[in-house]
Every structure is written in structure tokens, then in C-alpha cells.
T-cell receptor, first 113, second 116 residues
């Protein structure tokens, strides 16, 4: 079975500051993928970034980076230089043996001006 | 980028009525999914569909739910007799092959179902 845990129900950050959203996971599979999605108030799910379990380098996509610590089973999302438009729900997800992505409960991020 | 299209964006129905939620996945994708999200809660897997049959389903996906791909492009979720607790956002998603851990899900914009 695979499990995703996001322990931060809500986070606040000042505009232009960096913020880290936590995600830990549990799986017995050696091969797995970790994803982050953004859900703005309009409701759609927007893919942000992917990290494979065998990737040696942390994934980066523009202002998004993934702090992947395999031994700790964590895959934290780092957003640099936060913008007001980053205010949204953020979901961590994992795909392992069954290939069906499982989602965490999400973290609500609010960016203050 | 190609998109998954869902209609309607909002659906209001009376308890006990049947609803059909529609999705058009990305044309060359092979695996299709329905997820739901009750307001403020996690995104929950309902069912996956491949080669015109259900490949996996969760315990949420009981006999009141069914899926089909009637014409090779549309992918529908039917709730036979809606209950108040079926009120949620329903997301359709697709993946190119679905047999890999590195494939992201392409989500539609969701259908907000309200059961009164």
C-alpha cells in the first residue's frame, strides 16, 4: 500500500519569500514517482513537478523545486520568490506499484503582499 | 498542451436522481480515471479504466457508480441514485500509458456536483 502525508493544513508566506511545503510518503516499492499539483480557487488541478525514485538530482521547474530525501521518505516542495498567484491548495501525490496516483490531504498556501 | 475536457462544470441534482458526468480524455491516452474531492478534503481515487473495462476501483466505487466509454472519445461516470454525500468535485484524468510510475495525470477542470 502507498500512503502520502501532508502535515501542514495551512501555510503563510510573505510575497517574494521562499516557502517549503512538506510531504512524506510510504511505500514498499523500489520504483515510484512523486508529483506535486496546485489547485487554485477555481478548482482545476495543475501539475507542477515530478521526481522519480531513481533520480539522483532534485527536480526543478522554474520557481518550483523538490527537496527529495529518499532515506527520510520525504519530497518537500520549495517555492522560491512567492507570488500572490501562488495562493492555492497544494497536493503531493505518489504513484508506485499499482501506478494509480494517491494524493495527500493538501496544504493551503496563502501569500501575503 | 492537449486538455482533458469535462462537462458540465456544475451539476445540481435532487437526491435519488441519476447523474452522468462527461469527460473527453486526451485522444492518444490509454488510461482514464475518475477522482473525487469532497469540499476541503483530499482527492480520492474512484476508478481506473483501460481497454474498455475497469482496471481498478476503490471501495468508494460501489454499485451506484458505473463508467463507460460509449463512443471511443467520451468517458462517463454515472451515479445511479445520488445521495447527499455524493456532493463533491469530480475530476476526470488520463495518462498516456498508465503503466509507469513517472507518468503524470492530466486532469480536467472538474464537475462540481451538488446533491440537494
Amino acid at each position: 500500500a502507498q500512503k502520502i502525508t501532508q502535515t501542514q493544513p495551512g501555510m503563510f508566506v510573505q510575497e517574494k519569500e521562499a516557502v517549503t511545503l512538506d510531504c512524506t510518503y510510504d511505500t514498499s516499492d523500489q520504483s515510484y514517482g512523486l508529483f506535486w499539483y496546485k489547485q487554485p480557487s477555481s478548482g482545476e488541478m495543475i501539475f507542477l513537478i515530478y521526481q522519480g525514485s531513481y533520480d539522483e538530482q532534485n527536480a526543478t521547474e522554474g520557481r518550483y523545486s523538490l527537496n527529495f530525501q529518499k532515506a527520510r521518505k520525504s519530497a518537500n516542495l520549495v517555492i522560491s520568490a512567492s507570488q500572490l498567484g501562488d495562493s492555492a491548495m497544494y497536493f503531493c501525490a505518489m504513484s508506485s506499484g499499482s501506478y494509480i496516483p494517491t494524493f495527500g490531504r493538501g496544504t493551503s498556501l496563502i501569500v501575503h503582499p | 498542451e492537449p486538455e482533458v475536457t469535462q462537462t458540465p462544470s456544475h451539476q445540481v441534482t435532487q437526491m435519488g436522481q441519476e447523474v452522468i458526468l462527461r469527460c473527453v480524455p486526451i485522444s492518444n491516452h490509454l488510461y482514464f480515471y475518475w477522482y473525487r474531492q469532497i469540499l476541503g478534503q483530499k482527492v480520492e481515487f474512484l476508478v481506473s479504466f483501460y481497454n474498455n473495462e475497469i482496471s481498478e476501483k476503490s471501495e468508494i466505487f460501489d454499485d451506484q457508480f458505473s463508467v463507460e466509454r460509449p463512443d471511443g472519445s467520451n468517458f462517463t461516470l454515472k451515479i445511479r441514485s445520488t445521495k447527499l454525500e455524493d456532493s463533491a468535485m469530480y475530476f476526470c484524468a488520463s495518462r498516456p500509458r498508465g503503466q509507469s510510475t513517472n507518468e503524470k495525470l492530466f486532469f480536467g477542470s472538474g464537475t462540481q456536483l451538488s446533491v440537494l
